[in-house]
């Protein structure tokens, strides 16, 4: 990735009291990718949109609208029958990805 439109930076990573704990949302985020892969591989729906939607809260908390945005759109997919829910997911990794990758930019600054 090269162009930082690529990326997602937390609103809050600059504050002095909280950019500690974003960066460790971010450093737990292959983790949680790894979980909803796992429920939605297995075919646990419950499961699976519980974490999303567990992803979706603490998205917002940390400062991460984008991320926020489309894990709100994923679980809205997985509760309405799932239709299109792979592509939603792997959308939904996408934007992960993309959060993983600012604050590897960042910290690289």
């Known amino acids: 990735m090269t162009c930082s439109a690529q990326f997602i930076f937390s609103t809050l990573a600059t504050d002095p009291e909280l950019g500690d704990l974003v960066t460790m949302y971010v450093d737990e985020m292959p983790d949680r990718m790894t979980q909803i892969r796992e429920a939605?591989?297995?075919?646990e729906r419950d499961?699976?949109?519980r974490l999303i939607h567990q992803l979706k809260g603490a998205a917002g908390s940390y400062g991460f609208p984008t991320?926020?945005?489309?894990a709100a759109a994923t679980e809205q997919v997985l509760i309405n029958n799932g239709e299109n829910a792979e592509?939603?997911?792997?959308?939904?990794?996408?934007t992960c990805e993309r959060v993983r990758a600012g604050a590897g930019e960042s910290s690289g600054e």
């Open 87 to 94: 592509q939603a997911i792997e959308e939904l990794m996408a």
């Open 67 to 70: 991320l926020t945005q489309a």
């Open 47 to 49: 499961r699976l949109i």
């Open 40 to 43: 939605y591989v297995a075919n």
